[in-house]
């Protein structure tokens, strides 16, 4: 139900989350002087909901992981399989041209290596390979969309494999999501609601507590604190028009005093070079650990 109130939180008066309207217009202000679309979402100590441009379709790219990442824990939750469960991979599975610490790492393929670890390739480093071998795993990208719409979440879709996205752009647009659908899917795990054994769900949690990528845009401001975050991020090519198609960080802010946020920034369409374009996510995140770790 909290959930559902996070909705109605969005139809009803500015009154509502009296508190945060100069972090209201801070964001609005970063919005207004950038050329991209950018949407944000925040969910803040499970009761106050700020969204931004929500009404959009942003391609979720890499982030998409963490979706995938929760249909393969419920795939082993279901049949009562441990994160050791071993998947043989060829040398077939592990594409060239791709993002892919795991075929670095395995070039010649033919290992056994376990569900927990490509999770953990998939998290942590966002690889390709991984990740489709993942989709095989558990029967295709729509098995993942249905479990995710069974946990209640609307407003995304997960329809293409990373196979399909590098071979044709244009499916990049399939797999999409509005930043508040994602901030809801972050803040169920970090709230520990999802209905699936916390032996699973923890080792997704501390997998995006060590995400690697991405340490430029939502963590920034986070750095050399005692704040912890966990996030998952997503990066496209760029377009024909020399636009990245989207520039994403997705995650949930575990401050020292006990209090949490979850964020979702995405970026689309952006002409911005790809580190200006990170510091834009950075300066958002900036202003709301600012704005929500200052003393009560």
Not at 13 to 32: D, F, M, T, V, Y
Not at 119 to 134: F, G, K, R, W
Request: hydrophobic share 35%; with cysteine; net charge neutral.
């Amino acid at each position: 139900m909290k959930y559902l109130t996070y909705i109605l939180l969005l139809l009803l008066p500015s009154s509502i989350i009296q508190g945060h309207n100069s972090l209201q217009k801070q964001i609005q202000q970063i919005l207004k002087s950038t050329e991209a679309k950018i949407g944000v979402a925040i969910l803040i100590n499970e009761k106050d909901t700020l969204v931004f441009n929500n009404n959009e379709r942003y391609p979720l790219m890499s982030v998409m992981k963490y979706h995938q990442a929760l249909a393969v824990v419920h795939h082993l939750d279901q049949c009562n399989l441990p994160l050791s469960t071993g998947i043989w991979i060829e040398k077939q599975d592990l594409l060239p041209n791709t993002h892919s610490p795991l075929r670095n790492k395995y070039p010649e393929g033919n290992i056994t290596l376990s569900v927990g670890e490509l999770l953990a390739y998939t998290l942590q480093e966002s690889d390709n390979n991984a990740c489709d071998i993942l989709f095989k795993y558990v029967g295709g990208v729509e098995t993942v969309n249905k479990y995710i719409r069974s946990l209640g979440i609307e407003d995304f879709a997960i329809s293409a494999t990373e196979y399909e996205m590098h071979h044709c752009p244009a499916k990049c647009y399939d797999n999409w999501a509005t930043p508040l659908s994602v901030a809801i899917l972050m803040d169920k795990l970090a709230g520990g609601t999802l209905p699936i054994d916390t032996t699973y769900t923890h080792f997704i949690r501390d997998n995006l507590l060590k995400c690697n990528t991405g340490k430029e845009r939502l963590p920034s401001p986070l750095l050399g604190t005692s704040t912890c975050i966990g996030h998952k991020t997503g990066t496209s090519d760029q377009n024909e028009k020399g636009e990245w198609i989207a520039i994403n960080d997705a995650g949930f802010i575990l401050l020292p005093d006990g209090r949490r946020y979850s964020i979702a920034v995405f970026v689309k369409h952006s002409k911005l070079s790809l580190q200006k374009t990170e510091a834009i996510i950075a300066r958002i995140s900036t202003a709301v650990y600012q704005h929500l770790s200052a003393p009560e």
